[in-house]
């Protein structure tokens, strides 16, 4: 079993940052990758951002640019830096690992970009 506590989600001002933090631990022996997921009110979950444990990353079409995902393999935290925020962006964030090709989420955190 992987456990996932995300945190760093909030309100925010159309343009402004924030920096979401997520980390597993549990019974980790291999983590294929983590990445990041949104739902917004409405609407399907979608992802956001992945990053691989060789390094292969990807980004949704709409966060290009603006939002930059890393991972600590030592501690087996992922992060999503996201700026210039805007009100579309408005939406519960979830993390993911992958870990023995067995997906594991986080409970989501929210975040509100007000315009």
């Known amino acids: 079993q992987v456990n996932m506590v995300e945190s760093g989600g909030g309100l925010v001002q159309a343009g402004g940052s924030l920096r979401l933090s997520c980390a597993a631990s549990?019974?980790?022996?291999?983590?294929?990758?983590m990445g990041w997921y949104r739902q917004a009110p409405g609407k399907q979950r979608e992802s956001v951002a992945t990053?691989?444990?060789?390094?292969?990353?990807k980004y949704s079409d709409s966060v290009k640019g603006r939002f930059t995902i890393s991972m600590d393999t030592a501690t087996h935290t992922v992060y999503l830096q996201m700026d210039s925020l805007e009100p579309e962006d408005t939406a519960v964030y979830y993390c993911?690992?992958?870990?023995?090709?067995?997906?594991?989420w986080g409970q989501g955190t929210q975040v509100t970009v007000s315009s």
């Open positions: 993911v690992t992958v870990e023995r090709l067995q997906a594991y």
């Open positions: 549990g019974n980790i022996e291999e983590i294929n990758a």
């Open positions: 990053i691989s444990s060789n390094d292969i990353i």
